[in-house]
């Protein structure tokens, strides 16, 4: 394949892409299992799954690191081989950007072969300057042109003072931000599922909400009743495998 013709399928999916996040019908928000390697990547695919969204905790347990202390070099060689073992288009979780400007994290990007990234709004369990970080989105969509989907977490439920009331309307606030500074989905990760028909009054465009795989927790559809336009499950799916892995051993042993 000559590199137009790999720049056009690039294209072609970061289109398909923006379009499953349009016009989705209440209750039937886009899922996006996260994959934490090829292995898993192939998996999701073949089952049917549209596109994916890695985790970047998923992907830092099975480097063997901790969750935040991946080297950008190995995340981004992961989300490559992601990205080069399925057809659907893959979204990468990069944390804060790994402290790279703008310009190189959409590169990076689009080298790997991804069609979007998560951006965290805090560092180190601390919020960051809404205003400032709105900048460096602006700065990150100026970068991307219409290349990238870009994915503005909101971080007040996680990095917040416990006021859940202050916690709605800070995030609503920095969404709106986001959004403005080219932002093409929020998400409130850890918002509670009770919170979200607020939050999808208050916030414009697609709204990403995290799943847990509790049986006590709401399932997709009904967090896309509440008001989510999309469903990841952060390092969920991977930390269900290794459970699965873990009885595999303990039974090896008996």
Known sequence: ???????????????????????????DPLVLPGPWDAASARVFAEAGFPALATPSAGVAASLGYADGATPADEMFAVVA?????????VSADIEGGYGLAPKEIVERLLEAGAVGCNLEDSNGGVLKDPHEHADFLAEVRS???DRLFVNARVDVFVCG????????????ERAALYVAAGADCVYPILAPAGVLPLLRAGIQGPL???????????????LGELGATRITFGPGLQ???MTGVREIANGLKG
């Open 1 to 27: 394949m000559s590199q137009s013709e790999r720049e056009r399928a690039a294209e072609r999916k970061v289109d398909v892409f923006h379009a499953l996040h349009l016009k989705r019908p209440q209750g």
């Open 81 to 89: 081989r992601i990205a080069r073992a399925v057809d659907v288009p």
């Open 143 to 145: 970068a991307a042109a």
């Open 161 to 172: 003072d416990g006021d859940p009331e202050r916690a709605i309307e800070r995030a609503i």
């Open 208 to 222: 990403n909400a995290l799943a847990r795989l509790d049986a006590d927790g709401p399932s997709p559809a009904a």
């Open 239 to 241: 930390r269900r495998a």
